[in-house]
């Protein structure tokens, strides 16, 4: 089954374009000023600026199409915290942010005090570091969600463009394996993770596969540009691999 799904993903589109859509913005590096479902944010220098991608989870989120109402919830790249603020209101039992950029966490913990408060049932864990190493052993995540810096093509040198935008599959890849390893996932745990073909989407689910986990495409937009974003969901049972998933 996830054969077929991986000779349908499209290869990465040619390098020229990618870096041409993908061209750096020059203000990643100044406050900027973010609005969406009625919230106000002030973005610090070198946090991600969500965009069209990041809103396909966030409103998914509002909405209960991506359910975290009393589960335990990892919003993983959590950028500016939008996705762990609205998980928060949706009622999660608990929300891992996680990012390995420290003020992006403090933006995200900023944020979630401001609009949801400290008067909720949710335990909100804000934590710094490189993907689940914040995650002490045996936590078991029944949601997670990923927009990865997965682009194929380095559009800059820039460090905290690379962060963002384009680390590529050594960030995707070592993602599916901590999962997988460290038995992250809870029985009925989901994966939500979004990515286009400006990345080598077959290398990426592949690798996913690789590590024991199913992928299906919950949800497919076209840009009309060329572009294509998938927005996957990946399931993965205790202990599955490749060889005895087969
Ligand atoms: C494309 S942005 C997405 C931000 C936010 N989730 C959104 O959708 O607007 C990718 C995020 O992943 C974070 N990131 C990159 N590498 C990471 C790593 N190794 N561990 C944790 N977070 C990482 C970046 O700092 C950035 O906030």
Redesign the pocket.
Same mark, same amino acid.
């Given at each position: 089954m996830n054969s077929s799904l991986l000779d349908r993903l499209p290869p990465p589109l040619p390098p020229e374009q990618i870096i041409a859509l993908n061209r750096p913005k020059a203000d990643l590096h100044t406050t900027r000023a973010y609005s969406w479902n009625g919230w106000d944010f002030e973005v610090p220098p070198g946090v991600?600026i969500?965009g069209a991608t990041?809103r396909m989870?966030h409103q998914r989120v509002l909405d209960d199409e991506i359910d975290v109402r009393g589960r335990v919830y990892a919003?993983?790249? =959590?950028? %500016?915290g =939008?996705?762990a603020i609205v998980a928060g209101l949706r009622g999660a039992a608990r929300v891992h942010a %996680? *990012?390995?950029?420290p003020a992006?966490v403090a933006a995200t913990e900023a944020g979630y005090h401001r609009i949801v408060g400290t008067d909720r049932p949710t335990e909100f864990l804000p934590r710094v570091g *490189? %993907?689940f190493a914040p995650l002490p052993d045996g936590t078991r995540l029944d949601v997670v969600t990923f /927009?990865?810096?997965a682009v194929s093509r380095p559009v800059s040198e820039d460090p905290d463009i690379v962060? /963002? =935008?384009c680390?590529g599959t050594p =960030?995707t890849d070592a993602f599916f394996t901590q999962l997988a390893e460290r038995d992250l996932l809870a029985p009925g745990g989901e994966v939500f993770f979004i990515a286009s073909n400006t990345a080598d989407l077959r290398h990426i689910i592949g690798h996913a596969v690789h590590e024991g986990f199913t992928a299906h495409i919950h949800h497919l937009h076209d840009w009309n540009d060329g572009v294509l974003t998938y927005l996957f969901r990946l399931t993965r049972e205790s202990g599955a691999t490749e060889e005895n998933s087969r």
């Open positions: 991600f969500p990041s989870i919003a993983m790249g =959590v950028g %500016l =939008v996705e %996680l *990012d390995v950029h992006s *490189d %993907l /927009n990865p810096p962060r /963002n =935008v680390a =960030v």
